[in-house]
């Protein structure tokens, strides 16, 4: 059975960093592309980033370009997005998804910025 | 950037009914259109990818039609455990997009 597990979601201050991490379970997680996923408090979903299978290639949404890092740890079968630079409005759950397309979901780690 | 819009934005429908949503993409996206449905605290779930495939373990009422700029998921026979919100998901072109979403509530 396909398991994705988010951690490190929290309260953070503007202008602070956050890591959060997927743990992957139930396949091979080095076949695949990963992806985070956002959705602000009652409002709908957002892309963040994806990476490929070994890691070589990274894509992300222009609002979060030079301050956001996706990475994974293949040994570990790990996802990981470092956030820094937190703004209010990056204030969401945060899921990883399987695959570019997203596949199957974490059940996803709520980050708030605020003072 | 590729909009993704979808209508309606809410739909009241009975159980039995045979509802249809729609998603329009703002370019072509060829093929690559998922539909996800998402319930109140739980994260989203998969039912169609790449317009007319359905996932593993999803019923058969539901169902994808589509190409190119125009997609649609029609629910054959709605049951209670299908009023939730429904988005569709273009994975054609960076950045990758969704649509607002789909609220479909018991009339």
């Known amino acids: 059975e396909v398991q994705l597990v988010e951690s490190g979601g929290g309260l953070v201050q503007p202008g602070r960093s956050m890591k959060l991490s997927c743990a992957a379970s139930?396949?091979?997680?080095?076949?695949?592309?990963m992806a985070w996923v956002c959705q602000a408090p009652k409002k709908g979903l957002e892309w963040v980033a994806t990476?490929?299978?070994?890691?070589?290639?990274?894509y992300y949404r222009d609002s979060v370009k030079g301050r956001f890092t996706i990475s994974r740890d293949n040994a570990k079968s790990t996802l990981y997005l470092q956030m820094d630079s937190l703004r209010s409005e990056d204030t969401a759950t945060y899921y990883c998804?399987?695959?570019?397309?997203?596949?199957?979901w974490g059940q996803g780690v709520m980050v708030t910025v605020s003072s | 950037d590729i909009q993704m819009t979808q209508s309606p934005s809410v739909l009241s429908a009975s159980v039995g009914d045979r509802v249809t949503l729609n998603c329009k993409a703002s370019?072509?996206?060829?093929?690559?259109l998922n539909w996800y449905q998402q319930k109140l605290g739980e994260a989203p779930k998969l039912l169609i990818y790449n317009t007319n495939n359905l996932q593993t373990g999803i019923p058969s009422r539901f169902s994808g039609s589509g190409s190119g700029t125009d997609f649609t998921l029609t629910i054959s026979s709605l049951q209670p455990e299908d009023f939730a919100t429904y988005f569709c998901f273009q994975h054609n072109s960076w950045p990758l997009t969704f649509g607002s979403g789909t609220k479909l509530e018991i009339k």
């Open positions: 998804a399987r695959r570019g397309g997203a596949d199957y």
């Open positions: 990476i490929s299978y070994d890691g070589s290639s990274t």
């Open positions: 139930g396949f091979t997680f080095n076949n695949y592309d």
């Open positions: 370019q072509n996206i060829n093929k690559y």
